[in-house]
T-cell receptor
């Protein structure tokens, strides 16, 4: 049973560029949430997707956008990258209306 | 916005000792989750709590949902070296949304 997978593992970008991160949920899960984890801190909720729509959003600017595909996989897009966007980006999947979220290994984004 | 506090921030214990850590909030949550994160990996779900006062065990781990719904506790008995890592609490609503994570408790186990 494949768990949550994320790609790429690591990514280096420069300020002003755009980035796309990808996530495949655990088999049977239909809900995907994205989190940003800065070094030494807990994950911060970015947004959640269910049925290809953004269902809930945390306190992140519009530069952060996402998409969910019919196969439940998801993308996180960040435009106009800032140095402060450097972080581990985590994807978590769950079943709709269920609280147990299972995390992927994350994508480490470094903005220079 | 909602914030969670975890204490202690870090702890060093001897192998075989018991560990206690807690998570507090100024807001009420309907769900509490405890996760463990190893370096370079995503958090792994340890225990989920859904009801005030609930006490749930998972092997050597025991967690409790505080009766005020503003706190939760995690205990680890007879610690072993693989317990090393960062433990996060997360509070949420009833519907898998709005999860807020604490800053974590870093646990080190000395042989």
């Amino acid at each position: 049973d494949a768990g949550v997978t994320q790609s790429p593992t690591h990514l280096i970008k420069t300020r002003g560029q755009q980035v796309t991160l990808r996530c495949s949920p655990k088999s049977g899960h239909d809900t995907v949430s994205w989190y940003q984890q800065a070094l030494g801190q807990g994950p911060q909720f970015i947004f959640q997707y269910y049925e290809e729509e953004e269902r809930q959003r945390g306190n992140f600017p519009d530069r952060f956008s996402g998409h969910q595909f019919p196969n439940y996989s998801s993308e996180l897009n960040v435009n106009a990258l800032l140095l402060g966007d450097s972080a581990l980006y985590l994807c978590a999947s769950s079943l709709e209306l269920r609280n147990e979220q299972f995390f992927g290994p994350g994508t480490r984004l470094t903005v220079l | 916005g909602q914030q969670l506090n975890q204490s202690p921030q870090s702890m060093f214990i001897q192998e075989g000792e018991d560990v206690s850590m807690n998570c507090t909030s100024s807001s009420i949550f309907n769900t509490w989750l405890w996760y463990k994160q190893d370096p370079g990996e995503g958090p792994v779900l340890l225990i989920a709590l859904y009801k005030a006062g609930e006490l749930t065990s998972n092997g050597r781990l025991t967690a409790q949902f505080g009766i005020t719904r503003k706190d939760s506790f995690l205990n680890i008995s007879a610690s072993i070296p693989s317990d090393v890592g960062i433990y996060f609490c997360a509070g949420g609503d009833n519907y898998g949304q709005n999860f807020v994570f604490g800053p974590g408790t870093r646990l080190s186990v000395l042989p």
